[in-house]
């Protein structure tokens, strides 16, 4: 588990970018459908499931709808490689 693609913009990402760096964990990326940028914390922002690099695993860090998010990682993704933070109360 060493490169970790974030999935969602938002305030939980940047407290993962800063977990990433004291823990030597590569962060590849974000995942968003709905940015409007392609970049976040000089990261590359996709929007397209389907153009994402390698990565280990996905973590959700979308706090605006971050069950849509889950399910939908979770469609395409082995549960293992979906990592759900026990703050967003998500089963």
Known sequence: M???????LSDL???AIVRAI????EIVGFYDRSAKRTQFLS????IEFELLPAF???VVTDLTAPLATVQ???????SDRVVVPD???IE
């Open 56 to 58: 280990d695993v996905a």
């Open 13 to 15: 990402a940047e407290i």
């Open 2 to 8: 060493h490169r970790l693609l974030l999935c969602g």
């Open 72 to 78: 939908q990682l979770r469609a395409r993704l082995d």
């Open 87 to 89: 703050m967003l109360r």
């Open 43 to 46: 990261k590359p922002v996709w």
């Open 22 to 25: 004291d823990m030597e964990i």
